[in-house]
């Protein structure tokens, strides 16, 4: 009986993941096609996933979506907060390893928003704290996320014009950002020297999601004077082996490297 039941429990997920990932409902028959599944067993399986609000079905398009059963099922997802609890173990053994301050952000618009944060004790308090949004281009875990962003997505967050700036050594211009997130791109972490509060560097990685989008990033803030830059690289190995957990725990992959 066991055996009969996960082919179809995996042909369910399986309309589930293709519905989820269209970005609008979709015919019957194209689910057949790309599922490979005989046309009579869909209609029979969408009806009965229908009758538990998985899926709907619009009679004027012809078209089947997304029910309101799997809408609730997303929102307990981010109710249950997975991604501070699949990040918080992390943060901790990188305090460990690294002795500075840590934190998890990820892009709220055109901003980085900080969910967690871990540190040693007696360590320096810093202007982004949790819940604290920061203009994500000038923040190292903001960058570590925006080098991932399609152009189009990108030139859509930030702002035309000259960029707003805190200390005079950020980027200026969109212009200018580019060139940044190129060389963080080349190098496979984004540095942030400065440009945040005068005498911190801060080092981040990025982790991403199923689809390989930007999912958050894991940052490393210290005292410049205190970790000199031959240490940089050591440190982001450290903050790379983070990120590259979190997508692992995220069942996430990183995307193909751009031609």
């Known amino acids: 009986m066991a055996g009969e039941q996960v082919p179809a429990a995996r042909r369910v ?17 194209t689910i057949a096609r790309q599922l490979d599944l005989p ?36 929102s307990a997802y981010l109710r249950q907060q997975p991604l501070e609890r699949l990040a918080r173990p992390l943060l901790v053994r990188l305090v460990d390893r690294v002795g500075e301050i840590v934190q998890l952000g990820v892009l709220h618009g055109p901003e980085t928003l900080y969910l967690l944060k871990d540190q040693p004790r007696h ?28 152009p189009a997505q990108l030139r859509a967050l930030i702002p035309p014009g000259d960029l707003v700036n805190r200390t005079g050594a950020g980027p200026r211009s969109f212009r200018e950002l580019r060139r940044m997130l ?10 942030e020297d400065g440009h945040v509060t005068e005498g911190f560097a801060s080092i981040a990685a990025c982790a991403f999601d199923h689809v390989g989008r930007p999912a958050a990033a894991i940052t490393v803030t210290f005292r410049r ?11 982001a190995a450290r903050v790379r082996e983070s990120s590259a957990e979190l997508t692992r725990r995220l069942s996430g992959h990183a995307p193909d490297p751009a031609p």
Request: glycine share 6%; no cysteine.
């Open 225 to 235: 004077d205190a970790r000199p830059e031959a240490e940089w690289p050591e440190i």
């Open 13 to 29: 997920l399986a309309v589930l993941r293709l519905l989820a990932s269209s970005a609008r409902p979709v015919a019957a028959s």
């Open 123 to 150: 360590h320096a308090t810093l202007v982004t704290d949790v819940g604290v949004r920061m203009p994500a281009y000038l923040t190292a875990s903001g960058r570590a996320m925006l080098t991932h962003l399609p």
């Open 39 to 74: 046309r009579s067993s869909t209609y029979h399986l969408l009806t009965a996933m229908a009758e538990d609000g998985f899926v709907t079905y619009l009679p004027e398009d012809r078209l089947w979506g997304l029910g309101v059963t799997s809408f609730e099922i997303g």
């Open 182 to 191: 190129a060389d963080d791109a080349r190098r496979g972490w984004a540095i």
